[in-house]
Nanobody
């Protein structure tokens, strides 16, 4: 069984910073991509940032220049450094990983439970 556990969310003032972490565990043979989505109340889930196992990154236009995604492959972890936070960044942030497990021959997407980020004065 695979688990993705996020941490690091919370309440921060506009202009502040937060760092989200996500650790994958379980019978994982290989992880391809990892990343972060977010979902604000009344809105659809949207991609925030994505990183391949080769380190190629992709960001939503709304966070470019403010957020940085990184990963530690050996520890099966992905991070999201969020700077210059705005109220519109308020959402539940979900970690995901595209990986293959023991006994499987194909990649599948797994999700964390989500962590709340609230940007408010």
């Amino acid at each position: 069984q695979v688990q993705l556990v996020e941490s690091g969310g919370g309440l921060v003032q506009p202009g502040g910073s937060l760092r989200l972490s996500c650790a994958a565990s379980g019978s994982i043979l290989s992880i391809n991509a990892m990343g972060w989505y977010r979902q604000a109340p009344g809105k659809e889930r949207e991609l925030v940032a994505h990183i391949t196992n080769g380190g190629i990154t992709n960001y939503a236009d709304s966070v470019k220049g403010r957020f940085t995604i990184s990963r530690l492959n050996a520890l099966k972890m992905v991070f999201l450094q969020m700077n210059s936070l705005k109220p519109e960044d308020t959402a539940v942030y979900y970690c995901y990983a595209r990986l293959v497990t023991a006994g499987s021959s194909s990649y599948a997407d797994y999700w964390g439970q989500g962590t709340q980020v609230t940007v408010s004065s």
